[in-house]
T-cell receptor, first 115, second 110 residues
Framework: EAGVVQSPRYKIIEKKQPVAFWCNPI?????LYWYRQNLGQGPELLIR????????DSQLPKDRFSAERLKGVDSTLKIQPAELGDSAVYLC?????????????FGAGSRLTVL | DAKTTQPTSMDCAEGRAANLPCNHS???????VYWYRQIHSQGPQYIIH???NNETNEMASLIITEDRKSSTLILPHATLRDTAVYYC???????????FGTGTKLQVIP
């Protein structure tokens, strides 16, 4: 079974340019997460989806970041325009959802460098 | 979700058991303890989780104290490939706003 797939793995852009990251979660996983990880820090949650609904986006900088999860499967995270401080690794994760124990499976991440 | 506290870094000799502690003194009754690890340039990888009882799988063992205020992840025979950052997380079922913290950087020494 394929894991969580993310693309691109690496992206280098100049500031003020737009960038988009794509995530394909594990089949059947209802919950999808986007995290940002700065160098030397743990992952920080940006947004969480339950199926196609964004249920927690309190940490998403809404002035420049947007996300969507069409049909409750794949998801896209967009930054427009990018700033120097957006350089980080963007991680996507998915989980089955529901009550009880809920294990997250992460993708390899998309490393963004803003020049 | 309860906050967890971990040492910043630890060393372990190859072949020896690695014991990684985690303090979660404010954990509530319905919060599980999860452990993930992150090897350089990869996403975090699930290791093990538990609620009250000790748990063991093919990767590790999890020992949770009776009062549930702390736990220890045990890698029974550490290898060089176990060098990674290990995250301990306390999280209730259903709601998954996970705070990872900075974890413990485990260095396995040959």
């Amino acid at each position: 079974e394929a894991g969580v797939v993310q693309s691109p793995r690496y992206k280098i852009i100049e500031k003020k340019q737009p960038v988009a990251f794509w995530c394909n979660p594990i089949s059947g996983h209802n919950t999808l997460y986007w995290y940002r990880q700065n160098l030397g820090q743990g992952p920080e949650l940006l947004i969480r989806y339950e199926n196609e609904e964004a249920v927690d986006d309190s940490q998403l900088p809404k002035d420049r970041f947007s996300a969507e999860r069409l049909k409750g499967v794949d998801s896209t995270l967009k930054i427009q325009p990018a700033e120097l401080g957006d350089s980080a690794v963007y991680l996507c994760a998915s989980s089955p959802g529901g009550t009880g124990a809920n294990v997250l499976t992460f993708g390899a991440g998309s490393r963004l460098t803003v020049l | 979700d309860a906050k967890t506290t971990q040492p910043t870094s630890m060393d372990c000799a190859e072949g020896r058991a690695a014991n990684l502690p985690c303090n979660h003194s404010t954990i509530s009754g319905n919060e599980y303890v999860y452990w993930y690890r992150q090897i350089h340039s990869q996403g975090p990888q699930y290791i093990i989780h538990g609620l009250k009882n000790n748990e063991t799988n093919e990767m590790a063992s999890l020992i949770i104290t009776e009062d549930r205020k702390s736990s220890t992840l045990i890698l029974p025979h550490a290898t060089l490939r176990d060098t990674a950052v290990y995250y301990c997380i306390a999280m209730s079922g259903g709601y998954q706003k996970v705070t990872f913290g900075t974890g413990t950087k485990l260095q396995v020494i040959p």
